[in-house]
């Protein structure tokens, strides 16, 4: 099953026909289009019942429905088709999605699988990153925007002037709002499954620079930000070495995560606003994805 989300920043009816034709030299395809948030749950879920495979040509938000629909129950292939789609290109897969497919086809010839950890909150899986407070609010920031008549979203350079625009709203400062159980105090929370945690165009933004597919979660909390530490902890950010701040609260590998915020907060899960949450819980689902590469 070739599961395809026509509003996609990177999908068109041509390339929807192109990626089909390549993945069937090597199976036989059948393409459903996703027709409302939360669809794709459905198709997976479908499909792990009725086909050998699932193939996402989509951007983020969809690979994170097909996922909640049927990980760990049948293969999956992922092409890039949103503006970031972090997650393909984190794996490894070429960012052209007709490259990306022949590269699925072949595992899928092949029947090669890799297996991944995936990361869960509050009882929703992801598969790469989340977070509550900045990144959150700027995911949540950027859908409010809506999208353009073709029902595409806004573009990464949005997104990025939409977290800058943030800290400007906040005088560039952001107190201590939330408890990590066991670590402390911090403003904000990046949980990784992998790395990058994202991408800004082009650049890798790594955040937390150890985490990794196979293992646990990862995640760093910064202390209050200020105009004085706002710079060196952007750098240490993008560079993935926020963990050796002694200014920041940082684990690698482990199974789960207790979070506690002073007031109801932002949550959001690879690049989806999951709404307002005073307590969040993440464990590592370790070997829970079988990734066709």
Sequence with gaps: ML?????????????????????????????????RRGHAVELADQAAGSADAVVVFSGDGTYNEAINGAAGRIAFGFLPGGGASVFPRALGLPRDPVEAAA???????????????????????????????????????????????DGRRASNAFFAATVVGVFVRRHLRIPEQLEVDGFGRASMLFVANGRP????????VMIAGEADFGAGLDFVAPGEVSPRSLPGLAVRGIRGTLGGDPRVHAAHDIDELHVRCDRPLPLQADGEDLGDVVEAHFEAERNALDVLL
Excluded: K, W
Excluded at 17 to 32: D, G, I, K, N, P
């Design 3 to 35: 599961i395809v989300n026509p509003f996609s920043t990177g999908v068109t009816r041509q390339r929807v026909a192109e990626v089909t034709a390549v993945l069937a030299r090597r199976a036989e395809v059948v393409v459903f289009q996703t027709e």
């Design 103 to 149: 590269r699925v086809g072949e595992a899928l010839d092949a029947q090669r699988t890799t297996s991944i950890g995936l990361g869960r909150v509050n009882g929703r899986r992801f598969c790469f990153s989340a977070g509550i407070g900045l990144d959150a609010e700027a995911v949540r920031r950027v859908e409010e925007h809506g999208r353009d008549r």
């Design 197 to 204: 945690y994202t991408y800004a165009g082009p650049f890798p």
